[in-house]
T-cell receptor, first 115, second 115 residues
Framework: GAGVSQSPSNKVTEKGKDVELRCDPISGHTALYWYRQSLGQGLEFLIYFQGNSAPDKSGLPSDRFSAERTGGSVSTLTIQRTQQEDSAVYLC?????????????FGAGSRLTVL | AQKITQTQPGMFVQEKEAVTLDCTYDTSDPSYGLFWYKQPSSGEMIFLIYQGSYDQQNATEGRYSLNFQKARKSANLVISASQLGDSAMYFCAMRDRLEIQKLVFGTGTRLLVSP
C-alpha cells in the first residue's frame, strides 16, 4: 500500500481482556517495528522484524506482549490480560531495509485504552 | 547503548521567526544516524531530516536544517520562517551500528507557533 496501515485506530477494552493490533507495512519494506507511546512521552521500542530473521523482542515490557509477522508482511501485536498501564498509542513503522540511513515510515497508530 | 536528550519540553516562537530545537546524543559507535520527526496533534510521525555521522555538511530540507556539532554530540533542528502549521511535537532520534535495528527517541519538544 501507499503507507503503513494500522487497525483499529481506537480500541477500548476492559482490564484482563486480550487485544490484537494489526499493522500492514508498505509493500516491499522488509523491516517492521512496533513502538509504544504513552501519554506525553517519547516512543518506546517494543519489537523489530527483519525479513526471515528472528525478531528482536528486547523491548517487550512483559510476557503478556507478543508479536508475529506472517509471510514477511502483516504483523499483529497481541497483549494478553491487559492492564491499565498498557493504555498508550501503539505505533507501527516499516523501512526498506535496516541500514542506518533508512527512514522509518510510521502508521497513524492504534490508541489503546484499558478501563 | 545510545541515548537521546531533548531538554526543552516546550518552545514558543512567533510566526515567520526561526527557532532552534535542541538535541544531544550519546553513543560509543563512530557510525550513527540522527533523525528528526514531527508529530502533529493528529498523531502521525512525519520524517523531517536525516544526518549521518560521516556527512561532511549539515543536512537541509527546505525550511529545516540540522546544526550538527559532532564534537559536542549535538544535532539541533533549526526551523526557519516558522508557520502556524509547524505547531507540533518534535522528536530527535538516533540509530547506531551497534543496535542498528533500534531507532531510539528523545522525549520530544512541543513547539507552539503564534500569529
Amino acid at each position: 500500500g501507499a503507507g503503513v496501515s494500522q487497525s483499529p485506530s481506537n480500541k477500548v477494552t476492559e482490564k484482563g481482556k486480550d487485544v490484537e493490533l494489526r499493522c500492514d507495512p508498505i509493500s516491499g519494506h522488509t523491516a517492521l517495528y512496533w513502538y509504544r507511546q504513552s501519554l506525553g512521552q517519547g516512543l518506546e521500542f517494543l519489537i523489530y522484524f527483519q525479513g526471515n530473521s528472528a525478531p528482536d523482542k528486547s523491548g517487550l515490557p512483559s510476557d503478556r506482549f507478543s508479536a508475529e509477522r506472517t509471510g514477511g508482511s502483516v504483523s499483529t501485536l497481541t497483549i494478553q490480560r491487559t492492564q491499565q498501564e498498557d493504555s498508550a498509542v501503539y505505533l507501527c513503522a516499516s523501512s526498506l531495509t535496516r541500514s542506518g540511513a533508512n527512514v522509518l515510515t510510521f502508521g497513524a497508530g492504534s490508541r489503546l485504552t484499558v478501563l | 547503548a545510545q541515548k537521546i536528550t531533548q531538554t526543552q519540553p516546550g518552545m514558543f516562537v512567533q510566526e515567520k521567526e526561526a527557532v532552534t530545537l535542541d538535541c544531544t546524543y550519546d553513543t560509543s559507535d563512530p557510525s550513527y544516524g540522527l533523525f528528526w520527526y514531527k508529530q502533529p496533534s493528529s498523531g502521525e510521525m512525519i520524517f523531517l531530516i536525516y544526518q549521518g555521522s560521516y556527512d561532511q555538511q549539515n543536512a537541509t530540507e527546505g525550511r529545516y536544517s540540522l546544526n550538527f556539532q559532532k564534537a559536542r554530540k549535538s544535532a539541533n533542528l533549526v526551523i526557519s520562517a516558522s508557520q502556524l502549521g509547524d505547531s507540533a511535537m518534535y522528536f530527535c532520534a538516533m540509530r547506531d551500528r551497534l543496535e542498528i535495528q533500534k531507532l531510539v527517541f528523545g522525549t520530544g519538544t512541543r513547539l507552539l507557533v503564534s500569529p
